[in-house]
């Protein structure tokens, strides 16, 4: 047994005006309460420093660099950094950086329970538009503050696990769990800031968009065989709702733990990561059952062509 007490760390609402300290406090309060619990990692959701920035269409260069951190852990965060370190509990969480060269990324870290950045992702799949789409219920303008991951989906050795990490929008990629899959992930860690509505479908209900974060999340744990801790900031935000439903799903998709609030809320978890190495032997060896030769498409296109040559 190589048993994890993971803490899913759910925040609730952070508006515009509210400061990086007060939000940090809040991380700290929910690691404190999961530190009682006994838990040794904490996951904490997508940018979750600050308001959910990208829904603000920003013009001015010097306003859009408030939402991003130049270096971690910095002035803000180093008290939870300490606290941490204090209690020896390893935290995951996401946060807009701009590294020295002037890039800017949707990022994830991950750090051992010495407080060492151990590991990185940067978002891959953005979703959204970089300019101002007046058709939008409300904006969701990724494609414009972030340029696509650059590090690809690395695993780290942690804790004793292989870990990796997903952020919002991947977890509705299949390729993007699969990458990690064939590296032997045995936990994904992912964050999400989810609107309850659709800008562009007024009729999906948030029932539905709900459903569809746990199917992904479900689907990429049971088809991969590992444990996936997928982590919501949720809320109103400044008059934008985001919907809530943190769940830690076990390696054979089921659902072990489920948010029941919109607010922070810490979930507890016990994960034995040999729960992994069942589904990793028998349905889903890659090795054994896995045809390479039938998948060139999953590389070599993005969009829809058709048998007869037309493209979707
Ligand atoms: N932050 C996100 O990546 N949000 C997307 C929304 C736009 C659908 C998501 O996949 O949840």
Redesign the pocket.
């Known amino acids: 047994m190589r048993e994890i007490v993971i803490g899913a760390a759910q925040m609730g609402a952070i508006q515009k005006a509210d400061s990086r300290d007060a939000v940090v406090a809040r991380m700290i309060a929910l690691l404190d309460e999961a530190i009682a619990a006994g838990c040794t990692l904490v996951v904490f959701p ?2 979750c420093l600050t308001t ?1 920035f ?1 829904r603000w269409y920003m013009e001015d260069e010097a306003e859009v660099a408030t939402w991003f951190e130049t270096e971690m852990p910095n002035a803000a965060t180093q008290p939870m950094f300490d606290r941490a370190r204090e209690a020896n509990v390893a935290i995951s969480f996401g946060y807009a950086e701009k590294t020295p060269e002037g890039q800017h990324f949707n990022t994830q870290i991950l750090t051992d329970q010495a407080m060492n950045i151990v590991g990185k992702y940067r ?1 891959v ?4 538009h970089s300019e101002f789409d007046p058709d939008r219920a409300f904006q ?1 303008l ?1 494609k414009r503050y972030f340029e696509p991951g650059d590090l690809g989906f690395p695993v780290f050795r942690n804790m004793d696990a292989w870990m990796g990490m997903l ?6 990629w299949p390729e993007a769990y699969r990458e990690l899959g064939l590296q032997g992930v045995e936990l994904i860690m992912l964050g ?4 309850t509505t ?2 562009q479908n007024p009729d999906e209900p948030p029932s539905m968009r709900e459903f569809h ?1 746990d199917l992904c999340c479900q689907a990429g744990a049971y088809q991969n065989s590992a444990w996936v801790v997928a982590v919501a900031k949720a809320g109103d935000e400044d008059g934008h709702p985001l919907f809530a439903g943190s769940i830690i799903v076990a390696p054979n998709g089921m659902i072990v733990q489920k948010a029941k609030t919109d607010g922070d809320e810490l979930l507890v978890h016990a994960c034995d990561m040999d729960a992994t190495k069942f589904g990793k032997a028998t349905i889903f060896d890659f090795k054994r059952h896995r045809r390479t030769e039938h998948y060139g498409r999953i590389t070599g296109q993005t969009g829809v062509i058709y048998p007869d040559g037309t493209k979707g």
């Open positions: 997508e940018l959910f990208p978002k799949h953005l979703p959204g969701h990724e952020i919002c929008n991947d977890r509705r999400y800031n989810t609107p659709n800008s974060s």
